[in-house]
């Protein structure tokens, strides 16, 4: 899966001569925590709404609630959003935009194609593709166990659900306790709890959960 198929798009955008309570205030109203900053079309950076709501002048607390607040309406995107931006293209794979948003603690980053900025691809865009991976919002049957880390292991359980008329509603590999095992996390519909774990109890090296799930 690629960047371009969940990016979110069209993006909301501000300039960097906008106030920042302007901007705040279209964040707030597209339900937004991040936007990309343009300049005549061109990606000059990015503010995050943490960026607006921790802006202050520089004197702050010895001036009174009406010079803070003409000052603040003074302070603009461009003062401080960030300015060295990390973008990621429509064809660049969903796991490698979640590692650099991972690897750099950031929560989103602008999609470009050439030089014009056609999405943006967040930390909820990941999450909202989490749960469709693991199956969240299906019923079913969802365990947790250890395969030995082998060529046809995998196989021989998803075939063995395909015998009992099951269907493999979701799977994901990760490290196992050591070098020798994977640690697997598998949905199935179709079959119930027992059967399923009769399945798991024959090929798994170790089964570390196993319950039923519902939306």
């Known amino acids: ?31 937004i925590r991040r936007t990309p900053v343009l300049d005549k079309g061109n990606l000059v950076g990015i503010v995050s709404d943490k960026d607006l709501l921790n802006a202050s002048p520089s004197q ?5 609630v009406w010079e803070l607040n003409y000052l603040l309406s003074k302070i ?7 300015k060295t931006v990390i973008v990621v293209t429509e064809e660049t794979p969903i796991e490698e935009a979640a590692r650099i948003m991972a690897d750099n603690k950031i929560g989103g980053l602008p999609v470009v194609n050439g ?7 967040t930390e909820t865009d990941i999450f909202h593709l989490m749960l469709e991976l693991t199956g969240a919002r299906e019923d079913g049957t969802r365990a947790t166990f250890l395969l030995a880390d082998k060529p046809g292991e995998l196989a021989k359980v998803t075939n063995a659900v395909a ?11 990760f490290f196992g306790d050591d070098n020798k095992t994977r640690e697997v996390m598998m ?29």
């Open 187 to 215: 949905k199935v519909g179709g079959i119930g709890e027992t059967d399923f774990q009769k399945i798991l109890e024959e090929y798994a090296v170790e089964i570390k959960d196993i319950r039923v799930c519902c939306d």
């Open 163 to 173: 015998e009992k008329n099951g269907n493999v509603i979701a799977v994901g590999t």
């Open 1 to 31: 899966m690629l960047v371009g198929e969940r990016m979110t798009k069209p993006v909301v955008h501000v300039s960097p001569d906008m106030a920042i309570q302007d901007a705040l205030q279209l964040m707030r109203k597209e339900n």
């Open 60 to 64: 702050a607390t010895s001036l009174s």
């Open 115 to 121: 030089s014009s900025v056609v999405g943006i691809i």
């Open 76 to 82: 603009t995107v461009l003062e401080v959003m960030t």
